[in-house]
């Protein structure tokens, strides 16, 4: 398990609280279903899924630019 300090506006950390609350959970709980449940989202959405495919591809040709580049410079 990892650690992380956050910090939380005023209103969201209440939020937080209602909803722990509310669920009878901590807030370290909450937390951990917010981020799956978002995190599921993108990973179910197959338009989500493209979209993460193609920045993939996008930031590999740019890397394979910059180091033909860098190349070019170093002749």
């Known amino acids: 398990m990892r650690k992380f300090s956050v910090r939380f506006d005023d209103d969201v950390a209440n939020e937080l609280d209602y909803l722990a609350t509310l669920m009878k959970k901590s807030r370290n709980e909450i937390l951990n279903l917010l981020v799956r449940a978002e995190y599921h989202k993108y990973e179910s959405d197959p338009k989500m899924a493209l979209a993460l495919e193609q920045m993939q591809t996008l930031k590999e040709t740019l890397s394979q630019m910059?180091?033909?580049?860098?190349?070019?410079?170093?002749?």
């Open 66 to 75: 910059q180091n033909q580049l860098k190349a070019f410079d170093e002749q």
